[in-house]
C-alpha cells in the first residue's frame, strides 16, 4: 500500500487529497481490500492515470473509489450506512480524514434502509430466477449479497442504540429482534460447501430476507 501511495503521490502531488483502506470493521472477517482516493476534483483522465496505476495491484485490492473532495459530505443523506462505516471504520493511510465531521440523521438513514432492504431483496430474487441455477452463480450470488445485508443488520441495531463491530453481529440481532437467522450464519461460516446443501442454503436465505423485510416496518416506525 505504500508504494500505491507513494506513485499516486508523486503523479498527483497536491491533487491528492486522502488515501485510504475501507471494508475494515464489520466485513473485515469477509475482506479487507477495498481502497478510497480523493482527490481536488476528478477528471476523465484522472481515471486512466490511476487505472494504469491500480493495474499492478489489482489482485491485492478491489477497485478503487475515486472521488472529490466534496462527494462524501455531499452523501451523507443518501448513503448514510456508507459513510457511517467510513467514519467509523475507514483507514486513512495519506491525507485528511474527511469523515471526523460528518454527521448523519437517523430519519436519512430509516430512508436509506428500507429501500435497500426492499430493493435488494426483488434484486436477490430477480438473479435466482434470471441467472444459471449452477453452484458458482447461486455461490456468487449469496455470498456477495451477505456483505450488503450484515451492514443492514448493523444499522438496524444502530437505531436501537447498539453498534455491534464484530462477527457477533448476527446473534446479536437474532437477540435483539427475535429472529433467527440460520442460514445467514452458516453462510458467514462456511466459506464454501456442495451445491445441493447452498442451493438449500440459499432458498432459506431469501426466506429470512423475506422475513427481515416484513420486520422492517415495525423497526423502523
Known sequence: MDKFVEILKGHFQ??????????????????????????DRVEPDDLLDIKRVYVKYKKKYSTPMVVNRGFF???????????LEFKENAKIVYGEDLF???????DDLRRQIEYELRS?????????V????????????AYRSM??????????????????NDETLIEEFEKTFDVKLEAF??????????????L???????????????ISDTILS
Open 14 to 39: 497536491d491533487r491528492l487529497v486522502s488515501v485510504g483502506l475501507h471494508n475494515v470493521g464489520i466485513t473485515s472477517f469477509l475482506e479487507n481490500n477495498g481502497i478510497f482516493i480523493v482527490l
Open 73 to 83: 459530505k455531499r452523501a451523507s443523506d443518501v448513503f448514510c450506512m456508507e459513510m
Open 100 to 106: 471526523a465531521g460528518l454527521k448523519i440523521k437517523d
Open 120 to 128: 435488494k431483496l426483488l434484486v436477490l430474487k430477480g438473479a435466482f
Open 130 to 141: 434470471d441467472l444459471p441455477l449452477d453452484r458458482k452463480v447461486v455461490d456468487n450470488i
Open 147 to 164: 456483505y450488503n445485508f450484515l451492514l443492514i443488520l448493523r444499522n438496524l441495531l444502530r437505531l436501537k442504540g447498539k453498534l455491534i
Open 185 to 198: 450464519k452458516i453462510l458467514r461460516d462456511t466459506p464454501k460447501m456442495g451445491f445441493d446443501k447452498l
Open 200 to 214: 438449500n442454503i440459499f432458498k432459506q436465505y431469501l426466506k429470512e430476507v423475506e422475513e427481515l423485510v416484513e
